[in-house]
C-alpha cells in the first residue's frame, strides 16, 4: 500500500497479516505502538521526523486499518505476542524504544514488563492511567458517568467487530496492566495533553480532572531513574499531530541519549 513514506509492507503472521510500515535507519530501532482503535497514518508525520536517525516501524493492529482479523483477544497478553511475532518475522534487532500513543501505552509497559532486555527507553503519547476510569466512578456524579461510560460499552453483533470489541475490552486491561511498575533503569518521555473528551464539562470539574490525569500519570514514573513528563495542555491526546515538530524533537533527542549510552 502506498503511503506517504512509501510502500507499507503486509507482515503475514499465524493465520493473519499486520500491515507495517518501516523506514530510516539506525539504532536503537523505534517502534510505535498504537492507540485504541488508532490507525498507523496518525503516527506518519512522527515516524518521518524520528526515522532522520533510527529505524521507525508504525503498523496497525490486526483488525483495525489495512490489517486482517487475528481471531485472537483485544487483551494485552495478545497484543504483545502479534507485535512479538511481528518483531520476529521482520528480523528487527532489540534492544527498542517503544512509543505507546494511549492504550499503546498498556502495551508498551506490559511488553517490558515481560520482555526488559529488548527494551531501550520508552516514550508514552497522551498515555491514560489504568485506574483512571476508578476516579471517574469516585469522582463524578452518576449521570456524568453514565453519559461518559456509554462510549465504552458499545453493543457488538459480530467478531469482526473489532473496532468495537477494543473498546469493551479497554477496562479488562486495565486490570491487566494494573501492578506492571516500570523498571528503575529504564528511561521515560511522557508526554501529557488535554484530552477533553475526558474531562468534565464544567470549569471546577474540567480543572480537577486536568489536575488528575496530569498527576495520575506522573505516578507511573515513581521509582524511574530517569524520567520526564512533558505537561502541555496546549496539545490533545495526540500530541505527534499538534505540535509535531516539538514532539518529534523532545523524542529525537530522548534517543539521542540513548543512542550514547548503547
Not at 516501524?57 to 512479538?84: C, F, M, Q
Request: proline fraction near 5%; include cysteine; hydrophobic fraction near 40%.
Amino acid at each position: 500500500v502506498r503511503t506517504r513514506l512509501g510502500l507499507s509492507e503486509t507482515v503475514a503472521l499465524d493465520g493473519y497479516d499486520l500491515e507495517v510500515l518501516k523506514c530510516g535507519s539506525g539504532m536503537p530501532t523505534v517502534i510505535v505502538e498504537p492507540g485504541l482503535n488508532v490507525k498507523k497514518g496518525a503516527y506518519y508525520d512522527l515516524q518521518r521526523r524520528v526515522s532522520a536517525g533510527s529505524i521507525v516501524v508504525t503498523y496497525d493492529h490486526a483488525g483495525i486499518g489495512e490489517s486482517t482479523i487475528s481471531g485472537n483477544p483485544r487483551t494485552l497478553p495478545y497484543y504483545v505476542k502479534e507485535l512479538k511475532s511481528l518483531i520476529s518475522a521482520m528480523e528487527l534487532e532489540p534492544p527498542f524504544v517503544l512509543i505507546g500513543h494511549s492504550l499503546g501505552g498498556h502495551s508498551i509497559r506490559y511488553f517490558a514488563d515481560l520482555y526488559p532486555e529488548e527494551v531501550a527507553g520508552l516514550v508514552f503519547l497522551d498515555h491514560p492511567h489504568e485506574d483512571w476510569f476508578r476516579y471517574v466512578r469516585a469522582n463524578w456524579t452518576a449521570e456524568e458517568q453514565e453519559e461518559y461510560f456509554k462510549w465504552w460499552t458499545p453493543e457488538v453483533t459480530s467478531p469482526d467487530q473489532v473496532a468495537l470489541i477494543e473498546r469493551l475490552e479497554y477496562d479488562n486491561n486495565n486490570d491487566l496492566i494494573r501492578g506492571k511498575a516500570i523498571a528503575a533503569d529504564v528511561p521515560v518521555l511522557m508526554f501529557t495533553g488535554d484530552n477533553a473528551g475526558h474531562f468534565r464539562r464544567d470549569a471546577a470539574g474540567r480543572a480537577a480532572d486536568m489536575q488528575a490525569w496530569a498527576d495520575m500519570q506522573r505516578s507511573l514514573l515513581d521509582g524511574v531513574d530517569n524520567a520526564t513528563q512533558i505537561i502541555d495542555w496546549e496539545t490533545g491526546h495526540f500530541p505527534q499531530r499538534d505540535k509535531p515538530k516539538e514532539v518529534a524533537q523532545a523524542i529525537s533527542a530522548f534517543i539521542d541519549d540513548i543512542r550514547s549510552a548503547m
